[in-house]
């Protein structure tokens, strides 16, 4: 019970366990992208892995930098006014998780910090791996094969 509340994010707790993910078959991947004066950001603001059972695990950053994982559906985009809007859509190519879909996770891993808690997650295919990480506050996906 101790390791866990180390691994914890003070503010936002220890989230969803994102170990149920494996055996699951990921059949779907939504993304939040900041858009303002008409174009995407590169990286998403958040993502949501749906696998073949209809659950859904939101991937994000927390706003003391940690990486937030939830049991959350995807929401609507919003517009922020002068600032932007925040469109939701399903990822077409747009993010490494793209390459995976229709695969089973084989596993997932997740490394923490002390004061932060979680700040990275690898979810692995058979064709490769995602690793979802916080850096300086923003969610950054890579993929490896």
Not at 86 to 105: N, S
Not at 123 to 130: L, P
């Amino acid at each position: 019970m101790e390791s866990e509340k180390v691994n914890q994010c003070p503010l936002h707790g220890s989230g969803a366990r994102p170990e149920a993910l494996v055996g699951r078959r990921l059949v779907s991947v939504f993304a939040a992208w900041d858009r303002s004066g008409g174009e995407a950001a590169e990286d998403p603001l958040e993502v949501w892995l749906i696998d073949d059972q209809g659950s859904s695990v939101h991937i994000t950053t927390g706003s003391d930098w940690c990486l937030v994982v939830e049991s959350t559906s995807p929401h609507e985009g919003y517009d922020m006014a002068e600032w932007g809007r925040v469109e939701v859509a399903p990822v077409g190519d747009r993010t490494p998780f793209a390459a995976h879909l229709g695969e089973d996770v084989l596993a997932v891993r997740e490394e923490f910090e002390p004061l932060t808690g979680r700040i990275a997650l690898e979810v692995t295919f058979a064709s490769g791996r995602v690793r979802c990480d916080s850096w300086a506050g923003d969610l950054r996906l890579d993929g490896a094969r």
